[in-house]
């Protein structure tokens, strides 16, 4: 199934009404060059992490009232190659940390983004539900890598790339683009959540947009992606036209659907990801896998003080 949708940006943003503090501060562990620069900073952390071993949780006090729906929209772009294994760890231990606190209705679920596209990884999931599930969406995670790029410059519908288990990615189709994720994230709450629910959504990514430029390879080929549900953004689309759309987006999702946005970034602490972060949320600029286990942990304590009935 494939949802394409395009954007009519308003032009005035309103900043005043936002919330954003840097919980972690790792600029001086990140170096900051210039865009287009050779080379980019990376997580401190080393790349040879333990793997998480995965029990599900037991919820110790049951909570009454609203029911939590959480959805992470995780970055899966090429430039984020190095970080994400570190990265895949940190949110099955958010998952974990969620089942601890949270209700017994509350769900959580995944999407992953690139280029122009936002796919849903894992649907809402019961954390306490049938004990399988919840194990199942955690090894799903686990399974994460960057999509899967194909070089060939006349690919066959059949090529499926180094990593065949992930989206594939043609040529032509490399940048990222924040707002398919936060678009796609937002109607996955607001159909599958009531509006009575607490909505949110957990954005994690190295950053930084870079401007798409429209690619016909896999229209040429005839290739249409059925293993996930695939949202379609625009191309082409400027790194200004990223960076409008996310914040509007995610304004009109706090204004209308009552969605609160964190926003945790590896590499980049761009202002416009502060405008971003709606309600409750928060901007996590981290330097070490030890940061964004603190931030995600942060916002798992976070989710339950705010839906105390």
């Not at 109607?187 to 957990?202: G, K, N, W």
Request: one cysteine or more.
């Amino acid at each position: 199934m494939r949802i394409v949708c395009g954007w009519i940006v308003v032009a005035a943003v309103l900043v005043g009404c936002t919330k954003a503090t840097v919980a972690v501060d790792a600029a001086s562990d990140l170096a900051v060059e210039e865009p287009g620069g050779a080379g980019l900073p990376t997580v401190a952390a080393e790349p040879t992490a333990p793997p998480v071993e995965f029990t599900p949780p037991v919820l110790v006090t049951p909570r009454t009232g609203r029911a939590a729906h959480l959805v992470v929209a995780l970055d899966v772009s090429g430039s984020f190659e190095r970080e994400l294994p570190l990265v895949v760890d940190s949110t099955r231990r958010l998952v974990h940390a969620l089942g601890l606190l949270q209700g017994p209705d509350d769900r959580v679920g995944m999407v992953v983004f690139y280029y122009r596209f936002a796919l849903l990884w894992t649907p809402l999931t019961r954390l306490h539900g049938e004990p399988g599930e919840v194990v199942d969406l955690a090894m799903s995670w686990s399974r994460i890598e960057t999509a899967s790029r194909i070089r060939a410059q006349a690919p066959f519908a059949s090529d499926q790339g180094p990593r065949p288990h992930m989206p594939r990615e043609y040529d032509g189709e490399q940048g990222t683009d924040h707002s398919v994720a936060l678009a796609f994230a937002r109607e996955v709450l607001v159909r599958e959540t009531s509006p009575e629910d607490y909505r949110a959504i957990v954005l994690i990514t190295d950053g930084q947009p870079i401007n798409l430029r429209p690619s016909q390879v896999r229209d040429e080929i005839g290739y249409v992606e059925t293993r996930w549900e695939v949202f379609e953004g625009p191309a082409p689309h400027t790194i200004d036209e990223i960076k409008t759309a996310s914040v509007a987006i995610a304004q009109e999702g706090w204004a209308a659907d009552g969605i609160h946005v964190w926003v945790v970034s590896l590499r980049e602490a761009n202002d416009f990801m502060r405008l971003i972060v709606q309600g409750d949320g928060e901007f996590f600029f981290v330097g070490t896998t030890e940061d964004l286990d603190a931030a995600l942990q942060q916002i798992a304590d976070t989710l339950p003080r705010s839906i105390q009935p």
